[in-house]
């Protein structure tokens, strides 16, 4: 096999239709942009945030206080969009004007600030006079607020906006002895500056556009806590009120982006196949792995999602760091040290707080920082910390980096203990929950909304409670540190974890599993009373080596029943069961990086038949998102001929742990695993959307390397075309189609 299709290297440029009238979203660093196309909305969540605060209400714009009209939008890379517009047909001056006599370009990049270019072209045949209003206003509201999580009774105070010459000023001073401010810098000053409610300001720009002339508005956002910039500001930033240098900054600041584009993209596996399709969602999801990335003073993570969720979860980033080795391994081993810095130091009801735990969720705004929410960081999740053992594990093994693991050390002594000693209240062996936080989540697994552990009569569980697949990732946990102890020549800690995880798959066949057979309860209340729901979580189980064998056939089965099986994807609860509602957060919608679980499981167990089942569903549900990009969920109904799935109405898009699961499928399609320096491919399989598939810069095993893979007559072939380093490559074919028993 031979690259055929490498005409154009990630990270260059691309155009990837984001829908007429739909929302724009770019991030870079901490700052983030949501906003309308039409530059109208209503959008509720519309905006420009700055470290969990909303600087900016988005930006409005009019015409002679007309609306316009979408023609498209697009966006480019992860921070850089364009939105064309034109006018309807309308009387501008006393003088009709036909529709689709005017075009407008908006360009938007998202950089240290927010910049943005107005191109105005009249194809109109007489020159027109015409006003070009931008409406901006800053209600400096916490994530929290506009999530509609928190009602605050009390609020900092707002200062008079500040227009003067080319500059706008929004000021406030919060209740956590902070100043915000945001400056926004036109290219001139504004005709007129009209004030508006709730604060806005009307930019009123008198602009003469002659026929077939390009004229051009340029703007900056800036938000600025405690007096510093977002980013550090340089002399470059400092721009005189003059068109040529806006433009000129605007144009370096393009580049300069797309330089940093590149730049990851080289540092990342280069995934190439016959399928543009394909193709096209690897890219999008390469740039949105970029984009969530994002420093802190702390380190380098990768944040879990836009918009609700730009913030550091420790469950999501260890699971997108292990769906993310095939395309950059520093995406995990950054978030894996990131978190060990914030790791539990004392025993804090406030912010359900342990020695050694890992948190569940870090905010730096107003509502964190005066105290009135316990996120700083918080740590209410079962399993963080599991999740932090298993990528750490992952990870290792996957780089085969010791001094990796070696910096590591401590902490992973300090998370197997906060296992030992907290995590199992009761000791019981098996993990529960309950939170001691007053503002802290009731439920505290992966499915953490306040519903979603519920009996078969539809009533909630009361703490402390144990999940069914906490106590999988558990087991596997506690083999992973025996592991990890071992080689970092700790023997004795090494057979204590082994030992823990004998006993507790013990326990847990015995309490759990009814006879070492098919039936399994999905958790144990505070009474030790068994729970009984048919759930996606017994799927994650499947990559644990918890269960015997008849359990494991049985929840397989189980899986891809139509009650579960949507058609574009598992749900995460049985259409049997009297709380299924396929539009709720947890009790019967869709989540990608829920199937991604699954499906390793699935590929440990050697159904490959059944991976792909869900693989083509996820691909398939997949077409209907603008570049691929699966969302962080959507709903369950079942699939409709010729429909796509139901978007979920306010899932964060992109979703770090949802946006990289093509690249854990595509492992485990290959098959790539590594042992020491070896690194397997087993058994691998192509979708029958992918005949040809080229990696390129496969960081692994401390090597890299080159592999080509070629579907034919029902068998994918794989070929090593190069390899650097101390790797042996085994390749395990295929050995039969369909079905294959479990091992």
């Excluded at 508006?196 to 009307?202: L, Q, R, T, W």
């Excluded at 836009?306 to 978030?335: C, H, K, Q």
């Amino acid at each position: 096999m031979t690259s055929r299709w490498r005409h154009e290297p990630i990270g260059g440029p691309r155009r990837l239709e984001v829908g007429n009238g739909g929302l724009i979203v770019l991030k870079d660093g901490p700052l983030f942009l949501v906003q309308p196309a039409d530059g109208r909305g209503p959008v509720h969540e519309a905006g420009l945030y700055y470290r969990d605060t909303r600087f900016l209400n988005g930006v409005g714009w009019w015409i002679e206080h007309e609306p316009l009209v979408v023609l498209s939008t697009a966006a480019y890379d992860a921070n850089r969009a364009q939105v064309d517009l034109t006018n309807p047909d309308m009387v501008i001056g006393g003088q009709h004007v036909a529709a689709h006599s005017l075009h407008f370009r908006m360009t938007f990049i998202v950089a240290d600030a927010l910049y943005v270019r107005i191109r105005q072209l009249n194809f109109a045949q007489v020159p027109l006079d015409v006003h070009l209003i931008l409406r901006l206003a800053s209600d400096y509201h916490d994530i929290f607020e506009v999530r509609g999580v928190v009602e605050r009774t009390a609020r900092g105070h707002h200062e008079a906006p500040d227009a003067r010459d080319n500059q706008l000023t929004f000021t406030y001073h919060g209740l956590d002895d902070h100043t915000r401010q945001t400056q926004v810098t036109f290219d001139r000053a504004p005709d007129h500056w009209v004030p508006g409610d709730n604060g806005a300001v009307d930019a009123v720009f008198f602009e003469t556009l002659p026929p077939r002339v390009k004229r051009y508005r340029y703007f900056t956002v800036r938000p600025m806590l405690l007096g510093q910039a977002a980013a550090p500001s340089g002399a470059e930033d400092r721009q005189p009120p003059s068109l040529e240098s806006f433009a000129r900054h605007f144009t370096l600041v393009a580049l300069k982006q797309a330089r940093a584009a590149r730049d990851w993209s080289d540092q990342c596996t280069v995934i190439e196949s016959d399928s543009r399709l394909y193709n096209n969602m690897i890219q999008q999801a390469t740039h949105d792995m970029r984009a969530l990335m994002t420093d802190y003073p702390e380190g380098r993570i990768i944040d879990a999602g836009i918009p609700w969720y730009v913030a550091p979860f420790g469950r999501d980033a260890a699971i997108a760091g292990i769906e993310t080795l095939m395309l950059n391994p520093a995406i995990a081993a950054d978030s894996i040290r990131f978190l060990a810095r914030l790791q539990g130091q004392a025993v804090n009801d406030w912010r359900d707080e342990e020695p050694g735990k890992i948190p569940h969720e870090y905010r730096q705004g107003e509502l964190a920082q005066a105290g009135e929410i316990p996120h700083t960081p918080y740590y209410g999740s079962i399993d963080s910390t599991l999740w932090w053992i298993i990528a750490l594990y992952e990870t290792w093994r996957f780089t085969g980096d010791m001094a990796f693991l070696r910096s590591l050390e401590e902490p992973l002594a300090k998370a197997v203990e906060w296992m030992r000693s907290y995590g199992d209240r009761d000791h019981d062996l098996f993990l529960e929950y309950q939170r001691r936080a007053p503002l802290g989540l009731v439920n505290q697994g992966w499915k953490d909304s306040f519903d979603s552990v519920m009996d078969e009569a539809g009533r909630l569980a009361k703490p402390p409670i144990a999940l069914v697949e906490v106590q999988g990732y558990a087991y596997y946990a506690w083999r992973a540190a025996a592991e990890l102890f071992r080689r970092l020549g700790r023997t004795d800690d090494a057979l204590r974890c082994h030992n823990a995880a004998r006993a507790l798959k013990a326990a847990f066949l015995k309490t759990f599993v009814k006879n070492h057979g098919p039936e399994i309860i999905y958790a144990l209340d505070g009474a030790k009373q068994p729970i009984r729901a048919v759930t996606s979580n017994e799927g994650h189980l499947l990559f644990t080596g918890i269960l015997p064998a008849p359990t494991v056939r049985a929840i397989i089965r189980r899986l891809l029943h139509p009650d579960m099986l949507s058609g574009y994807g598992v749900r995460t609860l049985s259409q049997t069961m009297p709380y299924y509602n396929p539009m709720s957060y947890h009790n019967g919608s869709v989540w990608p990086h829920d199937n991604a679980i699954i499906a390793w499981g699935l590929k440990r167990q050697g159904a490959v038949h059944e991976l792909m089942t869900i693989s083509h569903q996820l691909w398939e549900a997949s077409q209907y998102f603008p570049s691929g990009r699966l969302p962080e969920l959507y709903c369950g109904f079942t699939r409709r001929a010729g429909a796509g799935p139901v978007e979920y109405p306010v899932a964060c898009n992109p979703q770090a742990w949802a946006a990289a699961v093509p690249f854990f499928l595509l492992q485990l399609w290959l098959g790539i695993s590594v042992r020491g320096h070896e690194v397997h491919i087993q058994e691998p399989s192509l979708p029958p959307w992918i005949n040809e598939l080229y990696l390129d810069r496969l960081r692994i095993a401390g090597g890299e390397l080159t592999l080509e893979f070629a579907r034919g007559r029902g068998v994918t072939f794989a070929n090593v075309i190069r390899r650097e380093g101390p790797i042996e490559v085994i390749i395990e074919p295929v050995k039969r189609n369909g079905h294959v028993p479990a091992r």
